[in-house]
């Protein structure tokens, strides 16, 4: 009996599923960082709404779409869905981009405004934590998913279920820059 139970713990210790589900939970933790850095993202666009609202009323269009586009991003990060969250955050990040462009061109005081400046450093600082949380997160997915397709260990990923991840990066239309356009008809 002592004999089964030794080839059975090598079997076992030889087919890799401890180390599948050690790349899986660090694929997942790595996910779990950019979920954060997303909504720390989208918080902080609210903020930053705000403080230009105050100053620039009559930009409700650019608000709305800005405030239509971090909605998507919350939504898509409740799903934990990697493809769903990537290309919601090129829309926002488009979104953000136009807002900064025509709010700035259109009040140029906000430039100097300390509580903008402020929410346009940490908006900054996000998107750095986002890009080093999505590289992280490819690179985890990247070895998982290598690890699952290697001999003997593509056995043991079939028996337990294991699946490849999806990589965190935008696909179709939302690669696509957005167009700016800031004349408005009649003027």
């Given at each position: ?7 059975a ?13 050690r ?111 999505r ?53």
């Amino acid at each position: 009996m002592s004999a089964i139970a030794l080839v059975a713990t090598v079997m076992l210790a030889g087919c890799g599923y401890n180390t599948i589900q050690r790349y899986d939970e660090q694929a997942a933790q790595a996910q779990h960082d950019i979920e954060v850095q997303l909504q720390r993202r989208s918080d902080l666009i609210g903020n930053l709404v705000n403080t230009v609202k105050g100053q620039a009323n009559q930009e409700l269009a650019v608000f709305t779409d800005v405030a239509r586009a971090r909605a998507g991003l919350d939504s898509a990060i409740q799903t934990h869905d990697a493809e769903k969250m990537a290309n919601a955050n090129v829309a926002l990040s488009a979104q953000v981009a136009i807002l900064n462009r025509s709010v700035t061109e259109a009040y140029p005081q906000l430039k100097s405004d300390q509580a903008f400046l402020r929410l346009q450093d940490e908006l900054s600082g996000t998107e750095n934590r986002i890009a080093v949380a999505r590289s992280d997160y490819n690179g985890a997915v990247e070895q998982y998913n290598a690890y699952i397709r290697q001999f003997p260990q593509v056995l043991t990923a079939k028996v337990v279920g294991a699946k490849s991840r999806t990589y965190f990066t935008a696909t179709g239309a939302a690669q696509e820059a957005p167009k700016v356009e800031f004349s408005k008809p009649g003027t």
